[in-house]
């Protein structure tokens, strides 16, 4: 199976726009789309999918907590019902973008402190699941987390990712800040070349990681986001040819 890129995208509101929407989208095979509560309005949604549909990108909803001021980083105390209606809410807001553009929902992957949230608490997750299973599609998420083994027990298709612009903890979970350094392109090329040739990579303390992924995770804020998804794609290609 070919390895993707994926990028979180539409990541803007109003006349503010963040991170390079239009280049990145001539470079990943599918994009995460804010619906609205961390990032994105009505018009950036119909927007980033029009981009999308002409560029031949996969489009999946990136549902985030409510709280636009933080960027959705910060985290929240919610119940599962909670949890299960802000992404409901989410994803039927850009499954309209969609439907105007005659394209599929490819996933739902959760943003920022709402994926590190439903990645430690299952019952948290089973609440995204049930969303995916209205929906019909997979999961994006983490391998060693909740976001698996819920997806597993009910049933949901599950795309493991990795990221090369997050760090990683001993446990192999990820380190989720609230202003992430960016990621130098020959670093995430390094990342990939050895998660792919070795099925390892490095943790912050020097931990050697078993991964598994099917895609790579870029985030698009960072000024040399192009750059790295650039190196990461030769590292893709080296590694599979």
Known sequence: MTK???????EGIGLHAFGND??????????NVACG??????????????????????????????DLAGFGRRAMVLTP????????????????????????????KPHGALYGMVGRD?????????????HEVPVFGLANTAHKTVCDELGVPFVSEIYVDLGYDSDGKLIIERSPKPAVPAEAAERITSAMTSGAITANDGTELAVSFDS????????????VVRAVRVAIDDAEN
Do not use: W
């Open 37 to 66: 509560f961390h990032a994105a309005d009505p018009h950036i949604m119909n927007t980033t999918v029009e981009l999308a549909a002409e560029n031949d990108v996969k489009v999946g909803a990136h549902p985030g907590l409510p």
């Open 216 to 227: 790579v995770c870029v985030h698009s804020d960072p000024p040399n986001a192009a750059e």
């Open 122 to 134: 299952p019952e948290l997750m089973a609440a995204v699941a049930r969303v995916a299973l209205v």
């Open 4 to 10: 993707t890129i994926n990028a979180d995208l539409g």
């Open 81 to 108: 019902a909670e949890v299960e209606d802000i992404v409901t809410y989410q994803v039927g807001a850009l499954r309209a973008f969609l439907d105007r553009h005659d394209l599929p929902l490819n996933h739902i």
């Open 22 to 31: 239009p280049e990145l989208m001539t470079l990943i095979d599918v994009a």
